[in-house]
Nanobody
Framework: QVVESGGGLVQPGGSLTLSCEAS????????IGWFRQAPGKGREAVSC????????YFSASVKDRFSISRANAKSTVYLKLDDLKPEDSAVYYC???????????????????????RGKGTPVNVSS
């Protein structure tokens, strides 16, 4: 399973680091994807990272503001959110998928149902 943490209330321009802790699976073989869903909106694919080569992807709306990293020894993947904007407010979900090459420019929200493990989400609220 995967469990998210680290969400909260932050002012515009602030930062947060979300964590996705995996248990029962190895990040040597499973990549992690981050999705978000704002109230009344559809789910958005935000970022992902392949195992092995660590190839990453970021959606256009977060590129250059968010970064993703992993600590395999801790079975944890981190999503760092910088320069947060009110439109970044959403529930953020992490999900794991087996395989080495699924994360790339073609990865999008349609991948949600085919992720092998999905978390329950952590809320991020960007407000002054």
């Amino acid at each position: 399973q995967v469990v998210e943490s680290g969400g909260g209330l932050v002012q515009p321009g602030g930062s947060l680091t979300l964590s996705c802790e995996a248990s029962g699976i190895s990040l040597d073989y499973y990549g992690i994807g981050w999705f978000r869903q704002a109230p009344g909106k559809g789910r958005e694919a935000v970022s992902c990272m392949n195992p092995g080569d660590g190839k990453t992807y970021f959606s256009a709306s977060v590129k250059d503001r968010f970064s993703i990293s992993r600590a395999n020894a801790k079975s944890t993947v981190y999503l760092k959110l910088d320069d947060l904007k009110p439109e970044d407010s959403a529930v953020y979900y992490c999900a794991a998928r087996f395989g080495f090459v699924w994360c790339g420019d073609s990865w999008d929200s349609s991948s949600w149902p085919v992720m092998d493990y999905r978390g329950k989400g952590t809320p991020v609220n960007v407000s002054s």
